[in-house]
């Protein structure tokens, strides 16, 4: 569900920038707070996961769709929100600049849309309230379907406000709502699943990481997190250089939306203004845009031509690789910069 910059207007793009960085700059204050050295580590190697796990899209099937997670839950549940919201922020900005997932004026609507609903709504209204401690695989499940369905239609529906509030008559507010709202059930119900087995497997190896964050958001001492970061170190790096080229050739369900009613998956690029000054700044930072190498345009049409499945390709393994690397890097830097404020505030 990442936005492109055509759907949007400047005065929307630059509205939500300033509401996302808003809240980062709330979220980091709340870490700063209470800020643990176990959990920068802890949050770097989580956003490395969803970095490489929103590479494999998923088919929805009898639709021609697809969708990947969002991954706002799975880090909600195991990070607590203030965590999970600059974590979440982290790896969009990550995919906009260096991979041209995502436009640059619309980074502000993508982290809104796949940040504040999972982590500030769905989390503490549904799941926080459904999962206590000591609760088994079964309720874990069913709040993360419910929590991750909630979230995605909130963020679907905020996807058709955005661009109705940007004057983009090619997509009528009723019909693309209409398209919206239901394929993003059913990718919620998919990642909901998905949601739910992440929790139950932190849960398995270490059920204290689970119970402290959902008691105080943060790490209780003596909580040792070698092992659940080691794990999913290694799921980064297989998901990410491996299972990414399994990824479904679908277009994803806001793509699919646009299709249905505009004939083509995406708008056309605007020529005027603050976009097309933005998509040049992505042309020079993303080095490996689409997640594969830099190609002509020529080859880059041929290949489209001839797609195959699964897409094996050193580009791909690469993009996620680095991607995870360069995810788990900025986390690391972020986090270390707030305990640096926090000792000086001391």
């Known amino acids: 569900m990442h936005m492109a910059d055509a759907l949007l ?26 800020i643990d050295e176990r959990m920068i580590p802890l949050m770097g190697v989580l956003g490395a996961f969803i970095f490489a796990a929103q590479m494999i899209n998923f088919t ?57 609903y999972p982590c500030f709504i769905a989390y503490p209204l549904i799941y926080r309230t459904m999962v206590k401690t000591g609760s088994g695989s079964r309720r874990i499940l069913i709040a993360s379907i419910l929590s991750v369905i909630a979230g995605l239609q ?33 990718i919620g119900l998919v990642e909901g699943f998905i949601t739910a087995s992440v929790i139950n497997f ?31 170190l290694i799921m980064a790096a297989l998901t990410g250089g491996v299972m990414s080229w399994f990824a479904s050739s679908h277009p994803d369900g806001l793509e ?9 998956p995406e708008l056309p690029e605007q020529e005027h203004g603050i976009a097309p000054a933005l998509k040049q700044v992505q042309d020079k930072t993303a080095f490996l845009p689409g997640y594969n190498f830099k190609q002509s345009d020529e080859a880059s049409t041929k290949l489209k031509g001839g797609e195959s499945w699964p897409a094996i390709g050193a580009g791909t393994s690469v993009s996620g ?8 890097g900025i986390i690391l830097l972020l ?5 640096i404020l926090k000792t000086r505030r001391a």
Not at 62 to 71: D, E, N, Q, R, V
Not at 205 to 232: A, D, Y
């Open 321 to 328: 690789i680095i991607g995870s690397i360069m995810v788990l």
């Open 202 to 232: 932190v849960k398995s190896m270490r059920p204290e990481i689970i119970e402290s964050i959902s008691l105080s958001r943060s790490l209780s001492q003596g909580v040792s997190i070698k092992k659940v970061f080691t794990g999913f």
């Open 335 to 339: 986090g270390a910069g707030i305990k």
């Open 60 to 116: 929805i099937p009898a639709t021609g769709s697809s969708g990947h997670i969002g991954g706002g839950m799975i880090l909600a549940a195991l990070l607590g929100p203030y965590a999970a919201f600059i974590v979440i922020a982290s790896v969009l900005t990550i995919q906009s600049l260096f991979f041209a997932d995502g436009g640059i004026l619309a980074l502000g609507c993508n982290i809104w849309n796949m940040g504040v």
């Open 9 to 34: 207007s400047p005065a929307v793009g630059t509205t939500f920038w300033a509401g996302s960085m808003g809240i980062i700059v709330y979220c980091a204050k709340k870490l700063k707070e209470n």
């Open 154 to 186: 909130l963020g679907a529906f905020s996807v058709v406000l955005q661009t109705m509030l940007s004057g983009r008559s090619e997509l009528p507010f009723s019909t693309f709502v209409y398209m919206m709202l239901p394929i993003h059930l059913a």
């Open 256 to 264: 699919w939306s646009i299709e249905k009613i505009y004939g083509k």
